[in-house]
């Protein structure tokens, strides 16, 4: 039995990565489009999330949605109910365009907190729009859940053996909420903040945890890749798939697909279609021994701004009434990012005809350390040695960075947090320290309140939020976060040295 306070975000772990790991196509056999049809696509996705703080009447850890309605004279909470529709409405705007006659496509990415606030405040209306657009056979074709971490942590400063707890937290929430089924369908990745790492070691286990969570591919910015020789990409080759390449300090490879985000964060670009209006200029291009359609591929805050908040329903509208009155020929469509690459793969384009990437500044690293400027293997290389070119890097090159680089590149998640970063790192490292044997020993341990409370301070201490505003309230907040989750591990600490009748850790 579980604690109906805490979010279901642990127990489940070896039912999940089996139901994930699942081969076969998961839009394929429900797919109306036709490849040979289609000249060129848009693929849209909404990024939809709330920070959990502790902020509560009592303190306690609610939505900053719920902190919103309560606080309705600070700053835009007003926008609290206009926000909260955002959220459902494309349970409205889909049905009424099927009805219409159209084929609308549309991609989704909610946090996990955001979906645990909605809980907590009891706001069924939404959640039950959501369950629709997750689980209706009607609307499955038309849309695509993409998975993400559980509490909008961005990747590069997140340290490395939380990657995949925040990636399975999400898929418990997600099945918890939706099922399975529902679970089983989501294979694309949306990193938040468009945040991709570039340091090798961190980058080759973000892949390896997505891999081995049932990830097929992962959205990136454009600027946040090169290629092998450390070129950017041109203009036609971010319309079409990528494989990145990701390499750690040892030499070991790993890749995923990934598609390219284009352009900066501007939530007009999706919340005007932009987008489709960029694909309806656009033909089909080479790829291996075929030629594929152009694909265009965007997200934007799904709430955020008066854009979004007011002029995206009519625009969303009136891009797929346009595209549907287009007259004969290859058309140009609304696909989702894994109906897209099934297609491919169904007509005979493999992984292995798509470009070869690596993560931004990767170029430089690889020259430092002796590598060919365009070969796919490193030099010998070991920690040290990588940990050295890159002091050396930053010591002789200014714009050299291995902080990452994501949608919004003024900004920093590590500059000037260091009373956010510290503390991070050394509740993941106590936590690991903790119960890493513990689960190792028995797998079990993750259903316990002990784990799942210290869990889930952990990983909301990750919330890029709390780095994003300045010094001030929202690191007050994760101060608070850290002090309880300190608290949880020394707790539960304590409950393993005093074994009480020789009883471990139990579920509920």
């Not at 290389?381 to 291995?402: G, N, R, V």
Request: aromatic residues 8%.
């Amino acid at each position: 039995m579980t604690d109906p306070a805490l979010p279901p975000i642990a127990g489940s772990e070896a039912e999940i990565l089996a139901l994930v790991q699942q081969p076969g196509p998961v839009f394929l056999p429900r797919t109306n489009l036709r490849l040979e049809e289609i000249r060129s696509g848009f693929a849209c996705a909404l990024h939809m999330h709330q920070p959990t703080i502790p902020a509560g009447a009592h303190g306690e850890l609610i939505s900053h949605l719920q902190y919103m309605f309560e606080h309705q004279g600070e700053g835009d909470n007003h926008n609290a109910e206009p926000f909260a529709q955002c959220y459902r409405r494309l349970a409205d705007l889909l049905p009424q365009l099927v009805g219409e006659g159209c084929n609308p496509r549309i991609m989704l990415d909610y946090s996990g907190n955001l979906l645990w606030g909605l809980e907590q405040m009891g706001r069924r209306d939404v959640l039950d729009a959501l369950k629709q657009l997750a689980c209706d056979p009607v609307l499955q074709p038309h849309v695509e859940w993409l998975g993400t971490f559980w509490s909008h942590a961005v990747a590069p400063s997140t340290p490395i053996p939380d990657l995949k707890l925040q990636i399975l937290a999400w898929q418990h929430q997600f099945a918890a909420l939706f099922g399975r089924e529902a679970l089983a369908r989501v294979k694309g990745f949306s990193p938040p903040e468009m945040h991709l790492p570039n340091h090798p070691d961190t980058l080759f286990e973000f892949v390896k945890a997505l891999k081995e969570c049932g990830y097929r591919w992962l959205l990136v910015q454009e600027h946040s890749v090169e290629n092998l020789d450390g070129s950017g990409l041109p203009q036609e080759q971010k319309y079409i798939p990528n494989q990145l390449v990701a390499r750690n300090s040892s030499g070991e490879a790993m890749s995923i697909t990934v598609l390219i985000k284009t352009q900066g964060s501007d939530t007009k670009l999706v919340g005007q279609m932009q987008p489709c209006y960029e694909a309806l200029g656009l033909g089909r291009q080479v790829l291996g021994a075929s030629t594929v359609p152009s694909l265009v591929s965007q997200i934007a805050d799904g709430e955020n701004g008066g854009v979004m908040m007011n002029e995206f329903p009519s625009a969303f509208l009136q891009a797929h009434h346009t595209i549907a009155t287009k007259g004969s020929g290859p058309a140009t469509v609304a696909i989702n990012g894994t109906e897209y690459l099934e297609l491919l793969e169904a007509a005979g384009v493999t992984s292995a005809d798509f470009p070869k990437i690596q993560a931004v500044q990767q170029h430089k690293l690889w020259q430092q350390l002796g590598g060919a400027p365009t070969s796919e293997a490193i030099p010998e290389a070991t920690l040290e040695a990588t940990a050295a070119a890159i002091a050396q890097l930053q010591a002789s090159d200014p714009s050299f960075s291995m902080a990452g680089a994501s949608w919004t590149n003024n900004l920093s998640w590590v500059e000037g947090y260091a009373n956010v970063l510290e503390p991070m790192n050394q509740l993941s490292a106590r936590f690991h320290q903790l119960f890493d044997p513990l689960v190792a020993q028995d797998p079990g341990v993750t259903q316990s309140q002990p784990y799942q409370q210290a869990l889930l301070h952990l990983l909301l201490l990750e919330t890029s939020c709390f780095r994003y505003w300045g010094q001030g309230t929202w690191t007050d907040y994760a101060s608070e976060i850290h002090r309880r989750g300190d608290a949880a591990i020394a707790a539960a600490a304590l409950m393993k040295e005093s074994s009480i009748g020789g009883r471990k850790f139990q579920a509920g």
